[in-house]
């Protein structure tokens, strides 16, 4: 109906532009959608990269995505709120003045610190601006070198245990870059943790962490639990990894873009 609120919840995702289309803020839009929300968008970086190589950034300037946001969320009714590459302490800032008004709001926060091509970024300045972060964060969505690296811990359950202590609810940690044989996801909580296990594709994708992030804020906008949540969040993600397509030289892409809103 012409004038009404969108059926759909609203989730805005704060993140970088990724021009190959594989991650970023595009993979977001389209997690989003396929997880039966609408996204809204910040860009917080431009980015020179390909599905081989990551080259440089340009950051927003940290005024104007403040300003931005103050404009999104005096119109629009956001339901909850992703964050991927925050690229200096200079956003890190302006992203911690948005949040800081809206502490209803579930945040899912993918702390970015390496490229897809495994580049990483060796600034301290910016994993202290990130950890300023989690306070205000529902989920906390990192891979296990992300989270060992956030907390400066040797392991994952040490460093998910200082993070949980930094404020943020909840701790998704990924497994896809650990030595196992399957892909061991775990949960981590105040008081307990739960595990999912899924098997270990022969590909390399780009993209994956993004796409458990903004499909995870998609489904916590519908008022979904964060356990439940994070169980079709992980479904959805190894639903597009099974149908990804390599578009270049580099690694492959999921398919985001899929028929249903809730994974099978």
Known sequence: MIGSRPERPLVLAIAGHDPTGGAGIQADIEAIHACGA????????????????????????????VRQAELLFADLPIAAIKIGLVPDPGIAGAVRHILDERRHLPVVLDP????????????????????????????????????????G?????????????????????TGTHEDTPAVRNTLYGPAN???????????VYHGSGCTLAS????????????ASAAA??????????????????GQWYPERLLAGERPG
């Open 215 to 226: 499909a995870l804020a998609a489904f916590l906008a519908q008022g979904i639990t964060v």
């Open 38 to 65: 609408r996204p809204a968008t910040l860009v917080t970086a431009l980015t020179a990269q390909n599905t081989v190589t990551f080259e440089s950034w340009w950051p927003t300037d940290p005024e104007a995505l």
């Open 232 to 249: 079709l969040a992980q479904a959805y993600t190894i639903q597009t990894l099974r149908h990804a397509t390599r578009c270049g030289g």
């Open 153 to 173: 811990a040797d392991s994952n359950d040490e460093a998910a245990a200082r993070l949980l202590d930094l404020g943020c609810g909840q701790v998704l940690m």
């Open 112 to 151: 970015v610190l390496a490229a897809g091509s495994g580049r990483c970024w060796d600034d301290d300045a910016l994993c202290v601006a990130l950890r300023e972060l989690v306070a205000f964060a529902t989920v906390v969505t990192p891979n296990g070198p992300e989270l060992r690296r956030l907390a």
């Open 193 to 203: 943790h739960m595990t999912w296990s899924w098997p270990r594709l022969p590909g």
